[in-house]
C-alpha cells in the first residue's frame, strides 16, 4: 500500500457530524442504526430475511434465506420467485403512476420526461419485441447504448422477461463488444446509431457492424434506436429499428416470474488477468442490496430527485441510476453528455434545472470540477440539494473540502460510499443522519455488512488503528454469484487467498481508532483511471498485439484528476527508435491501445526500453516501474535484479 496515502490519511482529522435539521428528517438516525447493526449482529440472515420480506414485493414468499451449502457459492431466498422489473415499476403504479421516474437531459440540451406509467408502458413494448425476436428467459442479451432512458428501458425488458443483460459502456471499443458477446453467448445486441459525448457523436451502430464483422456468431439480431441521427450502414434481415417495432407492440407484457438466484445481469470487470471477468449477479439478493441501500444511504423521501452522474454502462449506473432508486419509487435524472460541456458549469446546471435534491458522483469529477473554480458552482441555485455522495476511487480530503463547502455550502452531508462491481451495493458508507464523517474515510460497514481487515497470511487483525487487507467476513444477499463460465475463477479470484474463509477485496484498508475505514488503494494489478477499474495486464495484451511491441509492463502513477494516470513501459521488437521516430511511434501505441480497449484505457505516457527489470526468475519488478512512473528516486534494492542498468534507461537517464 501506498505510503503517500497512510501519510495523507493519518494527518486528516476533522470530524462532522450530521446537522441536527437533516437527522431530524432521517430515515436513521444514530439510535435507529445502533438497533439496525445490533439486530444484524445478533441474526445476521434473519436481518437480510426480514428486509426481504419488508422491502420487495414476491410472487411465491422464500422459506429458504441463505443456503450455503455449496460455499463460497453463496445462494439467497433461493426458493422465493420475484420479478426485479416488477419491482421497480409495475408495484408503484397505484400510488405513484403519473410521478416522474426519468428525468433526463441529452447532451444538446433536450429534456424528455417518463412517469412510472409511461416507463411501464415502453418497457412492456420493448418486453414484447425481444419476446417477438425469440428472446427467452435466461438468453444474454448486451446492450450498448447511450446513457438515456433507452438504457433503462432496455434493462428494466431484459429483467421482465428473465433475458440476462450485459451492459457494454459506450465509451469501449468495438473490440470489447465483440469479447463480451463472445464471453456471454449473447443472442441480441441492443444498440442506438449514436451517442452525444463532449460536443461529439460516437458511433455505436459502427462499433457494433465491426465486431459483429469477424466472430460474434451467436447474435442473430441487432436493435438500433434512432438517437443521434447520425448516418449508419444497415444489414436487412439483421438489423432492425426499434421505434419501429415497439411502435406496433402491445403495451402490457406480464412479468416473468424467475427463482430468486435467476441471473439478472452479468457486467463485465476487470481483474489481475488479461481478460476482463463477467460478474454475475442475482435477482432478488441483488435488488434487495441495492434497494435498501438506496433507501439507507441516500435517505430517499418520495419528493427527492436523484441524480447519480454514473453511466448504466458501470455498476453504479446499474445500483443507482437503473435499480436502487426505481425499485424505492424515486425519480432519477439522467444526463447524456460530459460534465465540461458546454462548460464546467453543465453539472450544477442540471442540478438546478431538474430540482436536484441527492447528487452522487465520482472524486474524479469533483477534482476536475474543483479545479475549474467556485464561479461555475456559483452561478446556480443549488439550494435543493439535501445529500451529496461520492464513489469510484478515495476522495482525498481537499477534493472533501470542496465539495462539502462549495456545493454541501458547509451543510451537507458526503456519502464516500466503498463498494465494488462483485458486491452489487455499497457496503462502507456513512448513514448520513447517523454517522459523523471524516473526509476521506467511507467510514463503517453499513448495518448487515461485515468488514474486516487480515494481514499476510489471513489472518484477522483485532484492534484499532491497524491496516491490511480488506476482506468481507460474512455472505450478503447482493455479492455476485459467480464468473461467467469460470466458476474456478471466482473462487480462486475472490476466495483463494485466505483459504475460502473471506470474501477477499482487492483493496488495502487502515482502520483508524474510532474504527473508521480508509481505503489506501487496490493490492492486485488494477487500476483506478477516472473511476474506471482497468487491469494493468488488459492493456498490457492490447499493446503487444501492436506489430512492433515484444512486451509491455503497466503501472498507475498517481494523477491530479484521474486519481491514477497510466504509464506503460514498452520494449519492441527490433530496433528501438529515438527522437522524432521514437515520438511518433509512441503516439501510435496510444491510439492503438484506445483503438482497442477504448478512449479511457489510452496510456498518459509510453517509454521505450531495450528491457524490463526483471528479477532472475523473470519476474518483473512492478515495484520499482511504479516508482520509475513516479519519477522518484530509486531506493529500493536492485541487486536481486538481472539487469540492473537498465533501472536508468528505464528512468529516462541514459
Ligand atoms: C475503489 C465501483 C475508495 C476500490 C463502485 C474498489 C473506492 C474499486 C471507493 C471497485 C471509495 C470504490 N473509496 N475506493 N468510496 N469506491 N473504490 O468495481 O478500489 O468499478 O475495489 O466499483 O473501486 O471498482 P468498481
Redesign the pocket.
Known amino acids: 500500500m501506498s505510503n503517500d496515502n497512510i501519510q495523507a490519511v493519518l494527518g486528516e482529522s476533522r470530524i462532522f457530524p450530521p446537522a441536527a435539521e437533516f437527522v431530524a428528517k432521517s430515515r436513521v438516525d444514530a439510535k435507529k442504526m445502533a438497533e439496525l447493526r445490533a439486530a444484524a449482529e445478533k441474526d445476521h440472515v434473519g436481518f437480510w430475511a426480514s428486509l426481504a420480506r419488508q422491502e420487495l414485493s414476491w410472487n411465491k414468499p422464500f422459506t429458504v434465506t441463505l443456503d450455503d451449502s455449496k460455499a463460497p457459492n453463496y445462494a439467497w431466498f433461493t426458493d422465493g420467485r420475484i420479478n426485479v422489473s416488477y419491482n421497480c415499476i409495475d408495484r408503484h403504479l397505484e400510488k405513484r403512476g403519473d410521478k416522474l421516474a426519468i428525468r433526463f437531459e441529452s447532451e444538446p440540451g433536450v429534456v424528455t420526461t417518463l412517469t412510472f406509467k409511461q416507463l411501464h408502458g415502453e418497457v412492456c413494448r420493448l418486453a414484447n419485441v425481444l419476446k417477438s425476436l425469440g428472446i427467452r428467459k435466461g438468453d444474454r442479451v448486451v446492450i450498448y447504448l447511450p446513457m438515456s432512458p433507452s438504457a433503462v428501458i432496455a434493462m428494466q425488458a431484459c429483467a421482465r422477461i428473465g433475458a440476462i443483460h450485459s451492459v457494454v459502456f459506450g465509451g469501449f471499443s468495438a473490440q470489447s463488444v465483440r469479447d463480451r458477446v463472445e464471453d456471454a453467448g449473447a443472442r441480441l445486441v441492443i444498440t442506438a446509431d449514436g451517442a452525444h459525448r463532449a460536443g461529439h457523436v460516437v458511433e455505436l451502430k459502427k462499433a457494433v457492424d465491426e465486431a459483429l464483422n469477424e466472430g460474434c456468431k451467436t447474435i442473430e439480431k441487432v436493435l438500433v434506436y434512432k438517437h443521434a441521427g447520425n448516418q449508419i450502414a444497415w444489414k436487412d434481415g439483421r438489423d432492425l429499428w426499434w421505434q419501429d417495432l415497439t411502435a406496433k407492440a402491445a403495451a402490457e407484457c406480464e412479468p416473468e416470474w424467475v427463482e430468486a438466484e435467476h441471473p439478472l445481469f452479468l457486467l463485465y470487470?476487470s481483474g489481475s488477468t488479461g481478460k476482463p471477468k463477467g460478474v454475475q449477479h442475482s435477482s432478488a439478493g441483488y435488488l434487495l442490496g441495492a434497494h435498501q441501500t438506496t433507501q439507507w444511504l441516500f435517505d430517499v423521501r418520495e419528493d427527492d430527485v436523484f441524480w447519480c452522474t454514473a453511466d448504466v454502462g458501470?455498476?453504479?449506473g446499474h445500483s443507482y441510476v437503473c435499480y436502487g432508486p426505481l425499485s424505492n419509487g424515486t425519480t432519477i435524472v439522467m444526463y447524456e453528455g460530459g460534465p465540461m460541456t458546454p462548460d464546467a458549469g453543465r453539472f450544477w446546471k442540471i442540478c438546478q434545472d431538474h430540482g436536484v435534491t441527492i447528487f452522487y458522483t465520482a472524486p474524479t469529477a469533483i477534482r476536475a470540477l474543483m479545479k475549474m473554480g467556485e464561479k461555475f458552482p456559483l452561478s446556480y441555485d443549488l439550494s435543493k440539494l439535501r445529500l451529496l455522495g461520492?464513489?469510484?476511487?478515495?476522495?482525498n480530503p481537499e477534493a472533501w473540502i470542496w465539495y462539502h463547502h462549495v456545493i454541501g455550502k458547509d451543510k451537507l452531508p458526503i456519502v464516500?460510499?466503498?463498494?465494488?462491481?462483485?458486491t452489487g451495493s455499497v457496503m462502507i458508507s456513512p448513514l448520513p443522519g447517523a454517522t459523523p464523517l471524516k473526509p476521506g474515510s467511507?467510514t463503517q460497514p453499513i448495518p448487515g455488512i461485515f468488514a474486516d481487515i487480515v494481514d499476510e497470511s489471513g489472518e484477522l487483525i483485532p484492534g484499532l488503528d491497524q491496516g491490511g487487507y480488506l476482506v468481507i467476513t460474512k455472505p450478503w444477499p447482493s455479492m455476485l454469484r459467480t464468473i461467467w463460465g469460470d466458476n474456478e475463477r471466482y473462487i480462486k479470484a475472490y476466495w483463494g487467498q485466505f483459504g475460502n474463509k473471506y470474501y477477499v477485496?482487492?483493496?488495502s484498508a487502515h482502520r483508524d481508532k474510532d474504527g473508521y475505514y480508509w481505503?489506501l488503494?487496490?493490492t492486485d494489478d488494477v487500476l483506478?483511471v477516472a473511476?474506471?477499474?482497468l487491469g494493468t495486464m488488459e492493456v498490457e495484451s492490447a499493446l503487444v498485439a501492436h506489430p512492433r511491441v515484444a512486451e509491455a509492463a503497466v503501472v498507475g502513477r498517481p494523477h491530479e484528476i484521474k486519481g491514477e494516470a497510466i504509464v506503460a513501459f514498452v520494449i519492441l521488437k527490433g530496433q528501438r527508435p529515438t527522437g522524432a521516430e521514437a515520438e511518433e511511434l509512441i503516439k501510435e501505441l496510444k491510439n492503438f491501445v484506445a483503438k482497442s480497449m477504448g478512449p479511457i484505457a489510452k496510456p498518459d505516457d509510453i517509454r521505450l526500453a531495450d528491457n524490463l527489470p526483471k528479477t532472475r526468475s523473470g519476474k518483473i519488478m512492478r515495484r520499482l516501474l511504479r516508482s520509475i512512473a513516479k519519477g522518484e528516486e530509486i531506493t529500493q534494492d536492485v541487486s536481486t535484479l538481472e539487469n540492473p542498468a537498465i533501472v536508468a534507461q528505464l528512468a529516462g537517464k541514459e
Do not use: F, L
Open positions: 470487470t458501470w455498476i453504479t461520492s464513489v469510484g476511487e478515495p476522495i464516500d460510499t466503498w463498494w465494488q462491481t462483485e467511507c477485496a482487492g483493496d481505503i488503494g487496490r483506478k473511476g474506471h477499474r
